[in-house]
Antibody, heavy 118, light 111 residues
Framework: EVLLVESGGGLVNPGGSLTLSCAASGFTFTKAWMAWVRQAPGKGLEWVGRIKNKADDGTTDYAAPVKGRFSIVRDDSKNMVYLHLNSLKTEDTAVYYC?????????WGRGTRVTVSS | DIVMTQSPDSLSVSLGERATINCKSSQNIYYSSKNKSYLAWYQQKPGQSPKLLLYWASTRKSGVPDRFSGSGSGTNFTLTITNLQAEDVAVYYCQHFYGTPLFGPGTKVDI
């Protein structure tokens, strides 16, 4: 069974930083592309970014609103993927989901909530 | 940039009836080199994480009931739910997943 468990969310001041973690199990993590999707309160889904597997060069892609502020890193030895959030803005307030898939989001975690507020 | 739109924003359907949701892409998302449309549908029930229902516009993910079907190609796509059940109350999102993925705004289905 595929399991994705996000953690690390919380309340942070505008301009602050946070790191979200995603623990993955139930599939061959080293072969998977991993992505993050967020959902602001009462709003729709917004793709944030992804990291390819090492065999496909391990590079990252980001959505325009977060490019240069967010970064995704993976640790294949731990089956973990991380989302580093920097220079946070109030509009980054959302539930952040970890997903599996190259572009398609095949499996989803339960999400972790990030609130950016002073 | 590609823009995804959905219609209607919401719809109310009786139990056992049909729900039809439309999704439109501002650009053709059929890629002849792959012979596929890079369009997926997701279901998000209240209080839950989204789940993948269909991909390549019409291929159901394993375990998804066959009352969910997808059609379309190019720029216009449709999700049809036949024989609507109470557990189908949800928000449905389309997504193009070629290049930089993008979700549609969602369509809320209730009874």
């Amino acid at each position: 069974e595929v399991l994705l468990v996000e953690s690390g969310g919380g309340l942070v001041n505008p301009g602050g930083s946070l790191t979200l973690s995603c623990a993955a199990s139930g599939f061959t993590f080293t072969k998977a592309w991993m992505a993050w999707v967020r959902q602001a309160p009462g709003k729709g889904l917004e793709w944030v970014g992804r990291i390819k597997n090492k065999a496909d060069d391990g590079t990252t892609d980001y959505a325009a609103p977060v490019k240069g502020r967010f970064s995704i890193v993976r640790d294949d030895s731990k089956n973990m993927v991380y989302l580093h959030l920097n220079s946070l803005k109030t509009e980054d307030t959302a539930v952040y989901y970890c997903t599996v898939g190259a572009g398609l989001c095949d499996y989803w975690g339960r999400g972790t909530r990030v609130t950016v507020s002073s | 940039d590609i823009v995804m739109t959905q219609s209607p924003d919401s719809l109310s359907v009786s139990l056992g009836e049909r729900a039809t949701i439309n999704c439109k892409s501002s650009q053709n998302i059929y890629y002849s080199s792959k012979n596929k449309s890079y369009l997926a549908w997701y279901q998000q029930k209240p209080g839950q994480s989204p789940k993948l229902l269909l991909y390549w516009a019409s291929t159901r993910k394993s375990g998804v009931p066959d009352r969910f079907s997808g059609s379309g190609s190019g720029t216009n796509f449709t999700l049809t739910i036949t024989n609507l059940q109470a557990e189908d109350v949800a928000v449905y999102y389309c997504q193009h997943f070629y290049g930089t993925p993008l979700f549609g705004p969602g369509t809320k289905v209730d009874i």
